[in-house]
């Protein structure tokens, strides 16, 4: 079965530091990887995606995300965190049907001033 | 802006009572889901369509029902509220076909549902 692993419930960072929130993920064939952010009571908006080509993808709001085959993962980064990022994070695949998307748990982003 | 669209935001109502939450998107998109979140903020998928007339039960059991009559519109309904119905509710669309899903889903801004 198709899945995806946010191990961190929460991320803490001080702001001009970089950041990282980490996504693996288990599927079938070709992995096709999202990263969506949700802001209070709001919806969740669409980041950046890996379909295939280079492994280092560049998204919204300077976030950047490097795609690990061997490693099977997908982390997001950001080299300079803004208070403003802080936000509920979710990583997530399409299902080898290509119908529906598997989400992670969310991870908790917190930047300090 | 996203161009889906949820009603209510916020709604607080009674147990037992019968709820409509709607979800509009104006981009044509032919596949709409429902999705709940708990206070977890986990993301639970409870229904989706592919298309007008054709409706699906997601991963997470779901005592609410859907329709799709047109493309534009995928309301959600819970025929007798309870307690545990307290939750957000979020809708979202894809150009499946077409693209096979890989632009992603566009959110609307949930409905966040309490029984009382």
């Known amino acids: 079965a198709q899945s995806v692993a946010q191990p961190e419930d929460q991320v803490n960072v001080a702001e001009g530091n970089p950041l990282t929130v980490k996504c693996t993920y288990s599927v079938s064939g070709n992995p096709y990887l999202f990263w969506y952010v949700q802001y209070p009571n709001r919806g969740l908006q669409f980041l950046l995606k890996?379909?295939?080509?280079?492994?280092l993808v560049k998204g919204s709001y300077g976030f950047e995300a490097e795609f690990n085959k061997s490693q099977t993962s997908f982390h997001l980064k950001k080299p300079s965190a803004l208070v403003s990022d802080s936000a509920l994070y979710f990583c997530a695949a399409l299902n080898s049907g290509y119908s529906t998307l598997t989400f992670g748990k969310g991870t908790m982003l917190l930047v300090s001033p | 802006e996203a161009d889906i669209y949820q009603t209510p935001r916020y709604l607080v109502i009674g147990t037992g009572k019968k709820i409509t939450l709607e979800c509009s998107q104006t981009m044509g998109h032919d596949k709409m889901y429902w999705y709940q979140q708990d206070p977890g903020m986990e993301l639970h998928l409870i229904h989706y369509?592919?298309?007008?007339?054709?409706?699906e039960k997601g991963d997470l059991s779901s005592e609410s029902t859907v329709s799709r009559i047109r493309t534009e519109h995928f309301p959600l309904t819970l025929e007798s509220a309870r307690p545990s119905h307290t939750s957000q509710y979020l809708c979202?669309?894809?150009?499946?076909?077409?693209?096979?899903?890989?632009?992603?889903?566009?959110f609307g801004s949930g409905t966040r549902l309490t029984v009382v």
């Open positions: 890996y379909i295939t080509g280079d492994n």
């Open positions: 979202a669309s894809s150009e499946y076909p077409r693209t096979g899903g890989m632009d992603g889903y566009t």
């Open positions: 369509s592919y298309g007008v007339n054709s409706t």
